[in-house]
């Protein structure tokens, strides 16, 4: 709820026409089945936590919703030694934090709100209500290691940090040598609706400089 209102008080806030930088922005776009195909394609994951439990994450669930891209993802989580136990768990969070990292690509991390544990699917009363209780507690103060072993969903996009141009010559009238611009490219804001994920990249050009010939691609 809380971040379903940060959402929409982000979209009151954008004044009509003000989207975007024309000059210095492009808006990339992206459908919500593209990014739960990416997301499912990253599952199953595995990790173990205090307690000598294991939870497998195994499906995942992608809602826009309140400019707000949800993500639930279900699995179960095991007692390796004795007693041994099992339970259902479903973690619930959003998309946060989009990011261009080294590799040229936009990554956006998942970040995990809250944790319900139940018993396994199709085997009601199979534990003892304070047993998923205790499963729980130990799932939620493990929540950090949880969502950093969640992979990052990377939007299939290259975003090049430098801008080349070949110049002319040396034969001919005309002769150019060869130039390059470094850029700097950044997510300024991320809006969700109509099943979609519309982000706005800021993109900053610095000073042009000669470089060899035997640079340019």
């Keep these: 709820l809380r971040r379903e209102v940060a959402g ?29 195909s990416l997301l499912t394609a990253a599952l199953p994951v595995t990790v173990d936590i205090q307690g000598n439990l294991t939870v497998t994450l195994t499906a995942a669930t992608i809602t826009l919703r309140s400019n707000v891209v949800s993500v639930a993802l279900t699995g179960s989580v095991r007692r390796r030694s004795y007693p041994r136990v099992a339970a259902a768990v479903l973690l619930q969070g959003a998309f946060d934090a989009f990011r261009v990292d080294s590799s040229r690509g936009l990554r956006a991390r998942i970040a995990i709100d809250d944790v319900e544990l139940d018993t396994p699917s199709g085997t009601p009363s199979a534990l003892d209500p304070l047993v998923v209780e205790v499963l729980q507690r130990v799932v939620e103060r493990s929540l950090p290691e949880l969502t950093a072993a969640i992979p990052a969903v990377t939007i299939p996009v290259r975003l090049d940090q430098s801008m080349t141009l070949p110049g002319f010559g040396p034969e001919g009238a005309l002769s150019i040598e060869p130039s390059a611009a470094p850029l700097r490219v950044q997510a300024s804001r991320v809006i969700a609706f109509q099943n979609r994920l519309w982000i706005v990249l800021r993109v900053d050009i610095g000073q042009f400089a000669t470089v060899p010939r035997s640079v340019v691609p």
Excluded: F, I, N, Y
């Design 8 to 36: 929409l008080e982000m979209l009151d806030d954008l004044a009509p026409g003000q989207l975007m930088d024309r000059e210095k922005e492009v808006l990339v776009s992206v459908r919500d089945t593209l990014l739960q």
